[in-house]
């Protein structure tokens, strides 16, 4: 690595100088080089600090027994560096530009990666990390400004799905998107977009938002969006549709969706933009196909099979598996039902006093809660309680277990039948995304905003985030170790920070230990040897208690 100095001569007489920071390698035969960062705009006795910390990079030693130059620990550098070389490869400065909002859009995608929070701990991230240095900001910001960056990515965020459609992609547009919904449950009442809704989260008694997230063939994720809380998946599916072709520019397109996301109106929608669809029938309508003879139980195999019916195609398919799973889950909770019916009878033989129908009605209560009321009943027998198990009606219960039926328009020329199965079965990569996005590893709640605006910059960031989790979790599958242990190893790469008496500053990075450096290598990323440092000002408005209360013993 070196300083590298150039003059030129212009037209009008005036002389351009441009001062880089480089590094050489060797790629094959060819050397090459590469700029690291662009000192021209630096005060000249910061750039001096960095060519003297390069000069003696081999020997530290020889920097600290001079009298004018100090060494100390610096910010940390191996996370925060790594996480935005991914950054570029994935397209993201690109698309969210160069300006001083879109720099701090970047450092909130980047530090919900390396640390979920608030917008607060964002800002304490920045402190420890060297983020402006990295990212080159030079002004100083607050949660406040962070807060306020939230709003303006809900306004730009059609342009910067588009550019990042259009960066990873070029003109190649993708003939098939997954879709689905999912909902983020909040504390509190005061979100614009928060309502009482169909939750997924188990948490009743909460609002919450419902989130939709398109993805293309592979699951990369292209484009999210907000809804209220209230809102029905099929509302949220025909702006889905206007994205893929007015926003992205798709003309031949195939939309995949659950069996609850595409129905007769989205098909209407998606027939008149000139699309086609992939999706799955309720077990009502598996039924009607077989009373009207357009489907035989005889079809269900391991094996896809398909039958069509006026261009509609109907893949069949037994998963035999999952089959066993139900079957021994309807054993469990007739098991259940038993324990409790003998527990019962003990309590009715040593309480004589107790009467057999509240016991009934409690036997009767559990088998309806577990949805089993179809083929087991209870009945009274003398002063006892004994089960009744209709096995007609048990074996009807069960002889759909496993099967599903894959519905599409999609020609057979388009598409075979094994293809429809399987572009059906990658909705599991939408539903990996979701759990990715709301749980453990990017928290996207609790929801620490209010206005609609934060809310969905605030999914838009957790979205951009996935991006980049999802690029680490591929290239460290080898390394046996998680995502978060390999960020924690990374962030232990700290500068030390080599200052000259009464000049500049630079952060000269150490040569990571082995196991450090196998995940820089699996992405093909090096460290810099040093990183020109400003000090930039980056507080927080809201401060940690100065005093506390000492209790005297």
Known sequence: MYVARASWPSSNGKVYHTIYLRQSYRQGPQVKTRNIANLTHCPEEEIAAIELALKHKGNLAALDSLDNVSLQQ????????????????????????????????????LARVIDQGSRLSAVRLAQTHAACDVLGIRRGFDENDLYQ??????????????????????????ELFLYDVTSSYLEGTDNELGDYGYGRDGKKGKQQIVIGLLCDQDGEPVSTEVFRGNTNDLMTFSSQVSKASERFGCERVTFVGDRGM?????????????????????????EKLLKGGVLQLELFEDQVCEVEQEGIRYVLRRNGQRAKEMSASRAGKQQRVERLVTDRNRYLEEHRRAKLVTAEKKVQAKIRRLKIDGWLGVEADGRRLRLVVDEKKREEASRFDGCYVIKTDL????????????????????????RTCKTVHLEMRPIYVRKEASTRGHVLVVMLAYLIRRELSRAWASLDLTVEEGLEKLKTICSTEVKVEGGGSCQRIPTPEAQTARLLEALDIQLPEALPHHDVPVVTRKKLPQRRKVTEK
């Open 74 to 109: 610096g910010a940390s550098v191996g996370a925060v560096w790594l996480l935005w070389r991914v950054a570029q490869d994935v397209g993201l400065p690109r698309a969210l530009g160069a300006d001083f909002a879109s720099q701090l859009a970047l450092w909130q995608v």
């Open 149 to 174: 960056n939230l709003k303006w990515l809900s306004e730009h965020q059609p342009e910067i799905e588009q550019r990042l459609f259009a960066a990873r992609r070029g003109t190649a547009t993708p």
């Open 262 to 286: 595409i129905k007769s109106g989205q098909v209407k929608d998606l027939s008149e933009a000139g699309f086609h669809y992939i999706t799955a029938i309720t077990k009502p309508q598996i």
């Open 411 to 434: 020609p057979v020329s388009a598409a075979s039948t094994q293809v429809v199965h399987d572009r059906y079965k990658d909705l599991a990569q939408v539903e990996q995304a979701f």
